[in-house]
């Protein structure tokens, strides 16, 4: 259990990092997603056939239904998220994504016909308040901008990938992870044949962050974290998954010189700590 909780963590790690090589590669937002999943998707491909993988979703098509529309959610995720990680930074653009998890506990009662609880509630209230004052002269201006926009789309998506692959419940390890990158890079492909046709263009200097993209962060982080999540407790999961937009802020600050505002750090730690407080008191209220 040490060296999956390891895998675990080093997973959130490699993934805070994904903004970081972005930032050093010099194509749009679309072009950079639909590589990292093309490159991603193809190594997990080989991976899980050299292993011995065996494809068995298509003997329950109303799982794969579910993981297909899985899939599609995260693409557009991605796609929002890059786009957003261009325009307000990575430390801001990570902060909006991961209101997803905090969406998926409130949406939960409703779609799951689990018992709405409190503390939950609280979590994500507090959750809220973090994202005005991340973005407080944006709302005191009354506008929402473009980034900020993309951001929170990409927490949507997040929300809605993570309720329809858990609807996939006989989809598991590395099958699901496969799949549901797969279908990502499809989805992709679709927005970029239809706006340019299959072929990118990559410039030299941005041919080796391309690279460690999508077979480090992609590939192999999507890897270990679909492959150890199964066998260890799901709080464990919830609760280590918040060390991604952590790192990412850390990341940013130390690598690409971002910095926030003092109300800024503040709403960032009312954003973690109200998801982290609705996941985990929320978890004991429901058992109670």
């Not at 801001?92 to 409130?106: D, E, K, S």
Request: proline fraction near 3%; charge should be positive; charged fraction near 10%.
């Amino acid at each position: 259990m040490r060296m999956d909780y390891v895998r675990l963590v080093s997973s959130y790690l490699v993934f805070g990092s994904n903004g970081i090589l972005a930032s050093h590669i010099m194509l749009s937002s679309l072009e950079i997603v639909y590589l990292r999943t093309f490159i991603g998707s193809l190594f997990l491909i080989v991976a899980f056939l050299l292993t011995g993988g065996r494809f068995t979703a298509f003997r329950k098509m109303r799982d794969l239904g579910f993981l297909l529309l899985s899939g599609i959610a995260m693409g557009a995720s991605w796609m929002f998220l890059y786009e957003a990680y261009r325009q307000i930074g990575v430390g801001l653009a990570t902060l909006a994504y991961y209101v997803g998890p905090a969406i998926v506990m409130v949406a939960a009662p409703l779609v799951f016909k689990e018992r709405l609880v409190p503390a939950r509630l609280k979590g994500f209230a507090v959750v809220l308040l973090g994202m005005v004052l991340v973005n407080g002269d944006a709302f005191a201006q009354g506008a929402v901008s473009w980034g900020l926009a993309c951001g929170l789309m990409s927490a949507v998506m997040l929300a809605v990938m993570v309720i329809f692959n858990r609807m996939a419940a006989s989809i598991t390890g590395f099958e699901n992870a496969v799949l549901q990158l797969t279908v990502s890079f499809l989805t992709v492909a679709v927005f970029v044949v239809a706006r340019q046709g299959l072929t990118v263009s990559v410039p030299s200097g941005s041919l080796m962050p391309m690279l460690l993209l999508g077979l480090v962060n992609t590939g192999y982080g999507c890897y270990l974290y679909f492959s150890t999540m199964q066998r260890l407790p799901a709080q464990t999961v919830v609760i280590t998954g918040y060390l991604e937009p952590l790192s990412a802020l850390i990341f940013s600050a130390l690598l690409l010189g971002e910095r926030m505002a003092p109300i800024q750090i503040a709403g960032a730690a009312m954003i973690l700590g109200g998801a982290l407080y609705g996941e985990r008191a929320g978890m004991k209220e429901a058992k109670a």
